[in-house]
């Protein structure tokens, strides 16, 4: 009997180990199997010039490295043969900064294609900003503080805006502050002609916000996907949205706006995920 027992348990020691095992495996793969979302955006505002138009999105990239000097990130970037590359925030870390892989990183990604940039918490944190804007502007990235550029198309227009993060002027925004500083931000950059709008803000909580101000195309990161992603219940925890996050990856639409939010590259206060592979966005535009 107590043999049998001694046994019985030894089994199941072994099983259970061979599960943690397992699951230690496949998380430390998933942090570092860098893979390619896909998602197509259909619109009757969509110019017909812009059906097809490509943009690639790389979020929260936090100084992480996937290949020496981001080699692998770069050939994804690459075969995905985007149009534009949108870049929402927290390229750096507050943490550990390290300007040169950014800079590095983003000296590629414009010999790809055009690359646009708006920033996140993480700039907003760190002192050496000012010397990530300088160099991203030298090499030829197009920062975006509160701006909108047009971007055109065998003789067709569509409005790219690009945010600042709220965390350059207000932090916290306990009593709705960030929410009203944006729909303001959002209302003066409008150029009241009514075309398809597309904004670069690294937070998907203002989605409502978004929505008010009437932004056709949204992209967003900041939830870094929830972090832990669970079984039917998707993200746990993001940044400014707590547990079980409504916005935490994928693609949201209310009315006739859309939100894709990224689930980023990197990691920065938890240094791994769970069930959550870092991703570039890449998605299409389709006239209707």
Known sequence: MRKTLIKKTRIMLCVIGTIFFILLIWTVWGNKALMVST?????????AAFSGFRI???????????????TELLKLLSESRPDIIAITGDLIDANHTDVGIALGFAQESVRIAPTYYATGNHEAAS?????????LEEAGVIVLEDEAVSLERNGETITLLGLGDPDFTVKGGMFGETSAMVSTKLKNLDDGEGGYTILLSHRPELFETYVNCGIDLVFA????GGQFRLPFISGLVAPNQGLFPQYDAGLYTDGSTSMVVSRGIGNSIIPFRFNNRPEIVLVELNAR
Request: glycine residues 8%; aromatic residues 6%; without cysteine.
């Open 39 to 47: 998602i197509s955006i259909s619109s009757s505002h969509i110019p």
């Open 127 to 135: 002192p050496q900003y000012d010397t990530l804007k300088a160099g």
């Open 56 to 70: 690639a999105q790389v979020s929260d990239l936090h100084n992480s490295e996937f290949g020496k000097n981001n």
């Open 221 to 224: 990161g900041h939830a870094h």
